[in-house]
């Protein structure tokens, strides 16, 4: 029972994961489905892509570039109006 119960916790942490990484919105380089590749960049690397948002807010995300050279949103950050 202990195996199955492990089992079952290992399927929903793994599914889970997808559900709260970082959605990208209307500015972000992989919003409404686009997809960027960057051949030339090496495999691992990341970037930062700084934008306005439709509030007037700047934003600061980070991607990862992927074994396949497509990039992956990692993480976003709201900036001050002081930066």
Known sequence: ????????????????????ATQP????????GNESYLPKSPVGSNFEHRFTG????????IYRVN????VDLVTRQMLSNDQ
Do not use: P
């Not at 029972?1 to 709260?20: H, I, P």
């Not at 439709?54 to 995300?61: A, L, V």
């Not at 074994?67 to 497509?70: D, I, L």
């Open 67 to 70: 074994a396949s050279h497509s």
């Open 54 to 61: 439709q509030d007037g807010q700047e934003y600061r995300e």
């Open 25 to 32: 919105i209307q500015g972000s380089i992989t919003y409404n």
């Open 1 to 20: 029972m202990n195996k199955f119960a492990t089992a079952t916790l290992l399927a929903v942490l793994a599914g889970s994961s997808a559900a709260y």
